[in-house]
T-cell receptor, first 114, second 113 residues
């Protein structure tokens, strides 16, 4: 079975500062990795995904993530955050064979302070 | 526009009552999912369906039931056996393969009166 650990439940950061949201996963098989964002009272939207190839993945809204197989990590980064980035961010994993559901982490609430 | 629609946005349940949450998609997706979201708990899978007339239990299926009679629709019933139903419920759909992203509805907030 796969599992995801998001190491920080809340991350406050000042506007225009860089941010990193940490995600570690556990799996005995190869996986695909995703980051989703949720704005208040809404569903989730895909930020980016890693399937294969380059370990640095660029997504929407200036976010990027780096897949590190040896450390089983998939941390999300943005060099300069905006107030509008305030949201909850979820890391998710799925095994790369078969058709199983996504497994989500517990989420990290990013609060951008003016 | 194609999308996934959940209704109602807010729902209240009395003790001992069954309630049904609607989820409809016009994306022609084969797979549909129901997740429950509680503060600090992330998303937990309730049920999922990969084809019409077939569905599987997720991690927290007790107290819930589903049906998948049509490709477009995947309603979730919260039964009286679910003793702590207050949560935000999210429906999602996806094309068959795991590489494809999930499309989410805007959610239903269920509260107990």
């Amino acid at each position: 079975a796969q599992s995801v650990t998001q190491l920080d439940s809340q991350v406050p950061v000042f506007e225009e500062a860089p941010v990193e949201l940490r995600c570690n996963y556990s799996s005995s098989v190869s996986v695909y990795l995703f980051w989703y964002v949720q704005y208040p009272n809404q569903g989730l939207q895909l930020l980016l995904k890693y399937l294969s190839g380059s370990t640095l993945v660029k997504g929407i809204n200036g976010f990027e993530a780096e897949f590190n197989k040896s450390q089983t990590s998939f941390h999300l980064r943005k060099p300069s955050v905006h107030i509008s980035d305030t949201a909850e961010y979820f890391c998710a994993v799925i095994r790369n064979s078969g058709n199983t559901p996504l497994v989500f982490g517990k989420g990290t609430r990013l609060s951008v302070i003016a | 526009d194609g999308g996934i629609t959940q209704s109602p946005k807010y729902l209240f349940r009395k003790e001992g009552q069954n309630v049904t949450l609607s989820c409809e998609q016009n994306l022609n997706h084969d797979a549909m999912y129901w997740y429950r979201q509680d503060p600090g708990q992330g998303l937990r899978l309730i049920y999922y369906s990969q084809i019409v007339n077939d569905f599987q239990k997720g991690d927290i299926a007790e107290g819930y039931s589903v049906s998948r009679e049509k490709k477009e629709s995947f309603p979730l019933t919260v039964t009286s056996a679910q003793k702590n139903p207050t949560a935000f419920y999210l429906c999602a759909s996806r094309k068959g393969q795991g590489t494809e992203k999930l499309f989410f509805g805007s959610g239903t907030q269920l509260s107990v009166l």
